[in-house]
């Protein structure tokens, strides 16, 4: 395939063109080598469940049509389903732990971090029915520390943040279909429980334990990750910030942040600023941070610093020849980058020691000794600065001028300079009236199966030319950014609804216009997307399954994002997705996920209000999602 059917960046196209030249494989070429995949695996119905197996189902009904126990493919496809959905939340519930770990040590004066927003702490800790008055905030601290712990430890009762945030009408649907659940790490267990060899085979039962799953991911994950993440490293606000492979520096010591869990990234950017004069001892001009994945999404949102690409060509940046260290902790990280980094100087530093790669340089980190370790990473890149072979470098110039930071609290902020008794009055007002037919959160990832960037991109500018606003997160925010639409340039492809909107906005903060596309953070922040949402449904008074809202990944590639999907699908919100979840083996599990509640009476939609779309052309999965919304506003405003 040439670059331009790879990759609409053309920074990576040069990037895949000049390791082609070096003899270098990147995750475009092996996605091509791999070729076409395994149809069993695709469709979801190889059970490997058991030693008497791996079974198969042959598609079509032809040959063996159950595994050696008498699995059907409904059963086989219901449980590999909900096994992937607990592969997804099981990260980011540990993600949300470790968080929580490092906010108690910080209260207890044991972690070198501070609480940037008592404020927020002490609304989250009266909201979880917590004293504060007359407390310290360190002991406010320790309490709400404390309390995130027990959604991986109560035996009994709702997750603390799923009680504290979720919609009553909603909590007593969930509550009937008997999917609340109590604790995190409970629910894990009971997933890999129930799909072990002899144990629920009842597709239905295991799809609503995939929504059970879907509601732990995003109480127990999302929602306690932002907020303790808040609390410790700053609520975001409106940033300005740049995209693409040019803001790698010539003259300055590189680092790349890699990775998903903020509290090495951040202290990375703090060293960064530190040991500046160490670094121009060794002939630079200064030390440059910049993001990769989620890990770019944390720093980006909160401190500003430029995002050099996205998931599928994260090995972009060391084909530069210009990246001294890449400090990585954990998920989406390709264990090739040390394998790609052999030849060329960047030092690949992994930090977990439950996430190591042959090849990299392993510093521990943990929450005591991060400073410690952050000044490690730093020191390393500037010891390779002086490494670098001028022969290999070349570092694409493009470089695109984008705006982060929004927020459930920045976009809310904003509102209020347009209307300040009623923040919300101005948005709903224009839903209302059409101006702003629906909002779509664009979510997820690059895959090397998609045109990098293409997918995302495209979605968003049809949503956009149909006035339907465009939230984002995670990789596919990534995309957006490095085509201009976290810019208010992105407002050429706005209709003029949305266009006036997002103008009248903008300019009653001092801005041009607002952006095209929000940005609201990374994949753990679609917490913030949701809080949107629930406020916008309590502000109706209805539901979020009631308003014009979807989610779509065009490009997922992380079972992550499936965790999310199901999260967003439990609350009645569509999902889109561009590739195919491997359920194609089971028209039952199909239908249920995929199909209307007209057309089947036992659907997600019929139950929960919200459906899986499969669509792979971005235009017309906008419009599909277009019209979904137009049914939704329909039903709300008549
Ligand atoms: O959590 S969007 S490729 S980096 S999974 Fe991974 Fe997907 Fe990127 Fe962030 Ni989310």
Redesign the pocket.
């Known amino acids: 395939l040439s670059v331009e059917d790879l990759t609409i960046d053309t920074g990576v196209q040069q990037m895949i063109l000049k390791s082609r030249d070096e003899g270098v494989k990147t995750a475009f070429d092996r996605n091509s080598e791999i070729g076409a995949r395994c149809t069993f695996g695709e469709l979801g119905v190889c059970c490997k469940r058991c030693l008497a197996g791996p079974c198969r189902i042959l598609p079509g009904g032809k040959g063996p049509q159950t595994g050696v126990c008498g699995a059907t493919a409904d059963q086989i496809v219901a449980r590999n389903f909900l096994e992937m959905v607990a592969q997804g939340m099981a990260p980011h519930i540990e993600h949300a732990r470790e968080v929580a770990l490092t906010l108690l040590e910080t209260a207890e004066g044991k972690a070198p971090y501070e609480i940037k927003n008592p404020e927020k702490l002490i609304n989250i800790a009266s909201r979880l029915g917590l004293t504060v008055d007359g407390k310290e905030i360190e002991e406010v601290a320790k309490d709400v520390a404390l309390k995130a712990l027990e959604s991986f430890q109560q035996q009994y009762g709702i997750l603390p943040w799923l009680e504290m945030n979720a919609n009553q009408k909603t909590l007593a649907r969930w509550k009937e279909l008997n999917i609340i659940p109590a604790n995190a790490h409970q629910e894990l267990t009971v997933a890999i429980n129930r799909v072990t060899m002899g144990s629920d085979a009842d597709p239905v039962n295991l799809l609503l334990g995939v929504m059970r799953l879907g509601i732990t991911d995003g109480y127990a994950g999302l929602h306690l990750s932002t907020d303790l993440q808040d609390v410790l490293f700053g609520t975001p606000g409106l940033v300005k910030s740049k995209y693409r492979l040019g803001v790698i520096k010539e003259k300055m010591v590189n680092i790349s942040v890699h990775g998903?869990i903020p509290m090495l990234a951040d202290k990375v950017v703090e060293w960064a600023e530190k040991l500046e004069d160490e670094a121009k001892a060794v002939g630079a001009e200064g030390i440059n941070v910049f993001g990769i994945?989620?890990s770019a999404?944390e720093v980006l949102m909160r401190k500003g610093i430029p995002v050099a690409t996205?998931?599928a060509s994260q090995e972009a940046p060391i084909l530069t020849g210009a990246v001294e260290a890449m400090a990585v902790d954990i998920?989406?990280v390709m264990p090739s980058l040390p394998t790609v980094s052999n030849d060329y100087h960047t030092e690949v530093i992994t930090s977990l020691p439950y996430s190591k790669i042959p090849g990299a340089s392993h510093i521990e980190f943990t929450p005591a000794k991060a400073d410690e370790v952050a000044q490690a990473v730093v020191r390393k890149g500037i010891a390779n600065f002086g490494k670098r072979d001028p022969e290999k470098m070349q570092i694409p110039p493009e470089i695109v001028d984008a705006y982060a930071g929004f927020s459930t609290e920045q976009i809310v902020e904003a509102l209020k300079n347009v209307n300040p008794e009623d923040p919300l009055k101005p948005l709903v007002d224009n839903i209302k009236a059409g101006n702003i037919l629906g909002v779509v959160a664009l979510?997820?990832?690059?895959n090397p199966r998609v045109k990098q960037d293409w997918a995302n991109v495209e979605m968003a500018k049809e949503l956009l030319k149909h006035n339907v606003m465009v939230v984002a997160t995670?990789?596919?925010a990534h995309s957006l950014g490095k085509f201009g639409l976290l810019s208010s340039e992105g407002l050429e492809y706005c209709g003029d609804g949305l266009k006036q909107v997002l103008t009248a906005v903008g300019q009653a903060n001092g801005m041009e216009a607002l952006p095209s596309v929000l940005h609201m953070g990374?994949?753990v922040d679609n917490s913030r997307i949701a809080d949107l949402v629930s406020a916008l449904a309590d502000y109706i008074g209805v539901e979020a399954k009631d308003l014009p809202v979807a989610g779509s990944t065009p490009e997922i590639?992380?079972p992550?994002?499936l965790a999310i999907g199901a999260y967003f699908l439990a609350h009645g919100v569509d999902v889109h997705v561009g590739i195919m979840p491997p359920i194609g083996g089971s028209e039952l599990v199909t239908n249920v996920l995929t199909g209307s509640k007209e057309e089947h009476e036992l659907t997600t939609d019929g139950l929960f209000g919200g459906k899986v779309i499969y669509e792979k052309d971005p235009i017309e999965a906008a419009h599909v999602v277009i019209e979904r919304i137009k049914q939704k506003r329909a039903e709300l405003f008549g």
């Open positions: 998903h994945c989620c999404n996205n998931f998920q989406c979510v997820g990832c690059t995670g990789c596919s990374s994949c590639m992380n992550k994002a």
